[in-house]
């Protein structure tokens, strides 16, 4: 640290000033340290100004780092920050290193302290940080599955209403529930009072409310796939068999570039496709897949998975291969794999997909 004379002033130059951040609705825990020892630790409000504004008044011309975990904030504290010249990174909550005391005496300030270490170690490996433009892109088509649940949820509570009062849910002349005329069947159900007839209309309103947000929006997505940026991809995509060109909006929104994913692996663990295992001297067990990663992709590639095997007789025959060995549960994760690796492919090398190949 360095004094300037003329001015009497402090001058942090060529030194790093390590913020480690715990970030609340209300209030931000700060743990601000140097490399060798801890500085202060201190409660501000959240906003990013204010800490840029308390490191430039107490350690002048110092490079800062900031860093914070993952969670409901989103990324906006990191976009504020790099734009006001302060490098900051994003970690998921699980990868900061840990003690055994700090999980057991878990504290804001705890939490804040392990973070600055962390960065101070060069311990902290930051998550990918997408674009605003490609943030909101990403939540256009997550609200798409959100929607898909709350239609399931108001299904549900209809056949549960009606299977309370020994109704069936299904009309004698409606062969396939949730069709038109299923859906106007319900409408004719009468129960024995004006308030039980009430609620089994607010549930067929919202049925209904809920499939015409539905619609609306998957006309948005489309929308959005004939952008630029997806319309080539989500060509591509569409050619496997199984995916649709929603499956492809969310694949092509949620991993952002491809090309940051420098082999399969990393890529199965970013979907959350990567095996556990546990290891001690010489022996070694291999466990279920640590479910570790994107939760949406890992649906949708499940679920895609099951159809390849239906409509690509080379994904028939390995499935058929693994399942001589193995459960079809077991199997059908090695087929999403298989699966995962020819949509890397046809990212990377721009070529539609093919059926009867083997690898």
Known sequence: ????????????????????????????????????????????????????????????????????????????????????????????????????????????????????????????????????????????????????????????QIKSLLAFYGISVNGPDCKSSWTKKHKAYLKTIRLETEHGNYSLNVLIDELSYQEESLSKLEKEIKKLSCDIRYFADAKLLVTIPGISLNSAMVWLTELGDIKRFKSLDQLCNFVGLAPSSNSSGEKEIIGKISKRGNSYLRRILIESSWVAVKKDPAMLAAHNKFCRRMNGNKAIVKIARKLLNRIRSILLNKQPYRTHVTE
């Not at 409000?45 to 430039?56: A, Q, S």
């Not at 989103?74 to 734009?83: A, C, D, V």
């Not at 840990?98 to 960065?119: Q, S, W």
């Open 1 to 156: 640290m360095n004094y300037s004379n003329k001015h009497n002033s402090l001058d942090f130059s060529g030194q790093s000033i390590y913020v480690g951040m715990d970030v609340h609705n209300k209030t931000w825990k700060l743990c601000i340290r140097t490399e060798e020892l801890e500085l202060k630790r201190m409660t501000t409000e959240p906003n990013p100004e204010i800490l840029v504004r308390h490191l430039r008044k107490n350690y002048p011309g110092a490079s800062y780092r900031c860093a914070y975990e993952a969670g409901y904030s989103g990324f906006w504290i990191q976009q504020k920050l790099e734009s006001m010249g302060v490098d900051c990174v994003v970690v998921n909550p699980g990868d900061v290193p840990t003690t055994n005391k700090e999980k057991t005496y878990k504290t804001d300030p705890r939490d804040c302290r392990k973070i600055a270490r962390g960065l101070v170690n060069d311990e902290l490996n930051a998550i990918y940080v997408h674009s605003r433009e490609e943030l909101e892109n990403r939540n256009l088509v997550r609200m798409r599955q959100l929607i898909v649940k709350k239609i399931t949820r108001v299904k549900n």
